[in-house]
């Protein structure tokens, strides 16, 4: 058990010695072997993005985020001016390598460097860009940073409890599941009880060691298919 006895004899949290506090994130590229993370850009990013939204024919991507769909281009780039442009949350375009194109969106938020954590969000992929090695390439990248750049002790995942496929997300990239806070928020009119998963530090060698079997180019057959999955190479460690 991570915890030790004070003079009183009651259990205290372990000493974190020499402990200081954490950069915040940088607004460096994230690149690696098939996507790059860029700060997002309205001028360079914001009509690839809404065009590769536009094949989300029913808007599916975002009955859980609190804001969009957005109907016209102007929309989309107003939003991003207002709300995507600061240091908290810090956004991001996930662009896949094949094409040069941005197809994603995710961030940094709730930044807490005194005590080293930090929370990915905003998480938006179009279809393009959906089940792809990009996709999980993406997280591993800005995992990557969280732990071995910048030393955060804590990367959390939150969402909306009823949100099944974030769920499964969280779960398959190596997130914990923590438990359900109800009743957090709102959003959209609507209730949100969320959903929390995280990483630790202590969690992230065996975890990085995983996603660099499955991102090797050996992991893939000649279709492009998986020889094994992320998941079962996590329950098979």
């Not at 959003?187 to 969690?203: C, E, I, M």
């Amino acid at each position: 058990m991570n915890h030790r006895m004070n003079s009183l004899g009651q259990p205290v949290g372990a000493r974190l010695e020499g402990w200081t506090a954490c950069p915040r994130p940088p607004r460096d590229v994230m690149a690696g072997r098939y996507c790059r993370l860029e700060p997002l850009d309205p001028d360079r990013h914001a009509a690839g993005l809404h065009a590769a939204n536009s094949e989300d024919r029913d808007g599916r991507v975002w009955t859980y985020l609190s804001y969009g769909p957005f109907n016209t281009l102007a929309d989309y780039v107003a939003w991003m001016r207002r709300d995507c442009l600061g240091d908290d949350p810090l956004f991001h375009a996930v662009i896949e390598r094949a094409t040069g194109v941005a197809t994603g969106v995710a961030s940094y938020l709730r930044i807490v460097p005194a005590v080293g954590v930090i929370e990915v969000g905003h998480i938006n992929y179009a279809p393009p860009l959906q089940r792809s090695r990009a996709a999980t390439e993406a997280m591993y990248l800005m995992m990557r940073r969280v732990f071995d750049e910048l030393g955060y002790r804590r990367y959390e995942w939150k969402c909306d409890a009823l949100n099944a496929g974030s769920r499964a997300a969280a779960a398959r990239l190596g997130f914990r599941f923590e438990g359900v806070f109800r009743q957090a928020t709102l959003y959209k009119g609507r209730n949100r009880d969320t959903a929390w998963f995280a990483v630790t530090d202590g969690d992230w060698p065996a975890l990085k060691a995983r996603f660099e079997r499955w991102l090797d180019p050996a992991n893939f057959d000649g279709d492009g298919g998986q020889r094994e999955s992320l998941s079962g190479l996590a329950l098979a460690d």
